[in-house]
């Protein structure tokens, strides 16, 4: 896929069945909007992942 803004990322969650996020600013735009519940966030080498599966 393109390049897209956070912002772009985060609103693509809607329409998405599995959703895999890597980096601190998605991440954390994803727990501020309620997508990902914070305990949920794995760091690896300091680096917030995330992932959610709609079934």
């Known amino acids: 896929g393109g390049k ?6 985060v609103d693509m969650i809607e329409n998405s069945t599995i959703v895999n996020m890597v980096g601190k600013n998605c991440v ?3 727990i501020c909007k ?8 794995l760091e690896i080498s300091g680096i917030p992942h995330a992932q959610i599966v709609k079934l």
């Open 4 to 9: 897209v803004s956070v912002e772009e990322a």
């Open 28 to 30: 954390e735009k994803a």
């Open 34 to 41: 309620g997508y990902v519940h914070p305990d949920a966030v």
